[in-house]
């Protein structure tokens, strides 16, 4: 999976309903101002906020707001770009706002000489992000209605001009719907679109320059209709980072890493949730295969007097560290190493400007624990960091990365490096010191949380999550570097240490293991739980058929591992098929013995069908073993019989569906085309489920 397409990553059939019923309103009432009352240093407080998007921007002196819809961070970081671009390039005063965090009734009071971008991700199966939900339903909704009676106008938003962008993936049937079924309603409503509405894809991997290509036409129409002038693009701060050489970072309020206030004042409390998250001890890790470059880990989370429950199919969110590595290329590279503990106050220049770590901090802690400095590079991001070059021949180069789409992919995509290692290749040496703090931190991503679907049965064990993942290591022939998964590489040192491995540091990567003040010592992981709607069928009895290649049988490990235990105590168990994919057998076939337990547990309940792509002459992948069994998969679906995927959203998914539709049609005589309005059926009753990244 590529790590831009987490905005758009499926956590299929993610009932937001279900969020709120399993955590009571909690995580909602939470969630809406993550960081008021736990940052130090926010920018506005909780008591200036208003939700009023007209008041705020009054008051702010804004004309344009860029709003986001988005779940892991991208379409967010998209939203900055187009405010940032649009404040220095053409003299808007941009903000930036979360969708959640504003009411929509007035919208049809919205002046003709402002204008409102949408920057919005499609998630899971055409759903709005969380953030998003009440301003979809609010403004797609059958009665929309405005404070002072808009909605019985015929055209309400009649003087709202609006800039639509939608990030989505078009492996997945409703492409992009988010941006589509929005930008239909405001039209609908009377709003003026300045533009084209803008798709990005992550599917083909062109969301950059879907991107870049859609905004240019965007921003000419938008001159226009507004009588913007462009003017030399001049970078303007949005942060103002003070620098604090009479504060000692050990001082303890300065954050080291601490996620929040709660964690800097001690033994962290709960409620834990996306935006607080439990220091959790890893009670057990083991690798279970290791081959060559690739390894796997199995991992034993305690969640234990948390509060935090989980159900089984749920997911459970790792906050991970930057590798110390790469935490150092990037200081070095800036002309900052000699000062990283330098204690730094960061505060936003103006109210609406979120600064996206708690503050004071140091610019070794802000690195390593808030900022995603592994990503790939935007060629935006390039052009903008050109400036500050430290000499004129690195500008140009710099300048032409930026501007040259094919140059681009030949110097930095191809090559699959991250920033600091672009900039310690033009640099020769040459340290990038003009560049202001403030645009690292506009610039780079937030450090997001990686989810993992967790393969313990809430039943078995429901203290323990298990974790089940493949240690990320892309090696890219002619490459300067090879590409190691942030997260995936941390959990491998934290096995390591747990194993009093004389080099906990896989790769000289060099994690901070023990954490912030050393409050992760002792083998701890920041964790909080996602939960899913990826469910088994609530009568034991009901048959289930899982395919799950790869890490893609983390959930029905769990799934099996419950029913196995539900046999034992006398339950009546359905059958349980699971499709299993792997290179060979004696290499990454995982859980091999596990599964000969459960088989002793559910005799012939449970049946496991092997695909091996690498043993043979021929590959063998999952979706032929099911052709092979038609029959039984066609049986056991006409037994209303549930019908699970997980793993690969890129290939895997789209042609287990293809397939499943052909076996339904061969199996009952239909067309094909009916065989495909079926499994639509099955999914829209979630009969057929996924769980696919
Ligand atoms: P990252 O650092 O995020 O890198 C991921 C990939 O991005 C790299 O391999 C590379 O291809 C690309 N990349 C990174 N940096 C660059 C760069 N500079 N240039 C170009 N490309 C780059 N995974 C599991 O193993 N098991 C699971 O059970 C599981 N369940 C999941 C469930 C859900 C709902 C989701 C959304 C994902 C799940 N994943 C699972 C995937 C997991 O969340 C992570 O994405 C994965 O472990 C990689 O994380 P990482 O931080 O190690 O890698």
Redesign the pocket.
């Known amino acids: 999976?590529?790590?831009?397409t987490?905005d758009i990553?499926?956590?299929v059939a993610l009932l937001l309903a279900s969020v709120a019923y399993f955590t009571e309103g909690t995580y909602w009432a939470v969630r809406k101002d993550p960081y008021a009352s736990s940052y130090a240093n926010g920018s506005a407080s909780k008591a200036e906020k208003s939700r009023d998007i007209l008041e705020t921007m009054d008051k702010s002196g804004k004309n344009c707001v860029v709003f986001y819809g988005s779940q892991t961070g991208t379409a967010e970081d998209y939203a900055s770009r187009l405010a940032k671009e649009g404040s220095s390039r053409f003299g808007l005063k941009t903000m930036v706002a979360d969708l959640e965090e504003y009411d929509y009734d007035n919208l049809d009071k919205f002046p003709d000489d402002k204008v409102a971008m949408f920057v919005l991700a499609t998630y899971g199966e055409g759903e709005p992000t969380d953030n998003a939900v009440d301003f979809y339903e609010f403004i797609t909704g059958q009665d929309v209605s405005f404070s002072e009676g808009g909605g019985a106008e015929e055209k309400p938003l009649s003087t709202f001009k609006y800039v639509p962008f939608g990030l989505g993936n078009n492996t997945y049937e409703h492409y992009n719907s988010m941006v589509r079924n929005v930008n239909k309603a405001l039209e609908k409503l009377g709003g003026s679109r300045i533009g084209a509405a803008g798709e990005g894809d992550d599917g083909a991997g062109t969301m950059e320059e879907d991107f870049l290509s859609w905004k240019e036409p965007m921003w000419s129409a938008l001159t226009q209709s507004m009588e913007l002038e462009e003017r030399e693009a001049v970078y303007e701060p949005a942060f103002e980072v003070t620098e604090k050489p009479d504060m000692d970072a050990e001082d303890d309020m300065v954050y080291l890493g601490e996620p929040n206030k709660n964690h800097l004042e001690g033994a962290s409390k709960g409620p834990y949730n996306a935006h607080n998250p439990y220091i959790a001890p890893i009670v057990e890790s083991s690798e279970i295969f290791k081959v060559e470059n690739r390894n796997?880990l199995h991992m034993e989370i305690d969640i234990g007097g948390s509060n935090l429950t989980y159900t089984t199919g749920d997911?459970v969110a790792?906050w991970?560290t930057n590798a110390g590595k790469e935490v150092d290329r990037f200081l070095n590279v800036l002309g900052l190493a000699s000062k990283r503990h330098m204690v730094i106050a960061v505060k936003g220049l103006d109210p609406t400007a979120k600064v996206p770590f708690p503050s004071p901090t140091t610019y070794d802690a802000a690195v390593r624990y808030h900022m995603e400095i592994?990503?790939?590079?935007s060629r935006q991001f390039v052009s903008m960091i050109a400036q500050f070059a430290p000499n004129e021949s690195i500008k140009a180069e710099m300048t032409k990365i930026g501007s040259e789409k094919d140059y681009f992919v030949e110097k930095v995509?191809s090559?699959?490096?991250?920033i600091a290692?672009l900039l310690e290749i033009l640099g020769k040496g040459e340290k990038w010191t003009a560049v202001p703090f403030s645009l690292w931190i506009e610039g780079i991503h937030k450090i997001?949380p990686?989810?993992?679907?967790?393969?313990s049965s809430s039943f078995v064990q429901k203290d323990r999550v298990s974790?089940?993942?493949?240690?990320?290591?892309?090696e890219i022939p002619g490459a300067p570097h090879v590409?190691?998964?942030?997260?995936?590489?941390?959990?491998l040192a934290l096995k390591q240490k747990q194993h009093g491995d004389p080099h906990p540091d896989p790769h000289g990567l060099d994690y901070a293991i023990t954490g912030p003040r050393n409050k992760y010592d002792g083998i701890h992981v920041p964790v909080h739980i996602?939960h899913?709607n990826f469910k088994l069928p609530s009568d034991p009895s009901t048959p289930i058929i899982m395919v799950g290649p790869?890490?893609?049988v983390?959930?029905f490990r769990a799934f099996v591992q419950e029913r196995a235990a539900q046999a034992k105590a006398g339950e009546n168990v359905g059958k349980t098929m699971l499709f299993f994919g792997c290179r060979k057998k004696m290499e990454d076939f995982i859980y091999e013995n596990e599964w000969k337990e459960y088989k002793e547990a559910l005799g012939d309940k449970f049946e496991l069908v092997v695909a091996f792509s690498r043993d043979g002459p021929q590959k063998v992948y999952v979706q032929h073993k099911l052709k092979e069994h038609a029959e039984e998969v066609n049986n056991l679906l006409q037994q209303k019989g549930f019908f699970y995927v997980?793993g690969d959203a890129a290939n895997m998914a789209r042609e287990v569906n293809t397939v499943l539709a052909q076996i339904i049609a061969t199996q009952r005589g239909i067309p094909e085309s009916k065989g495909e309005e079926i499994v639509k059926a099955m999914r829209a009753s979630n009969q057929y489920q996924e769980?696919?990244?």
Do not use: F
């Open positions: 999976a590529q790590l831009d987490l990553v499926v956590l796997c997911h790792v991970p592994c990503a790939p590079v995509s090559q699959h490096l991250n290692q997001q990686r989810y993992y679907s967790i393969s974790v089940t993942a493949i240690v990320e290591s892309v590409v190691k998964g942030v997260t995936t590489n941390y959990l996602r899913s790869g890490t893609g983390a959930p997980c769980d696919i990244w």
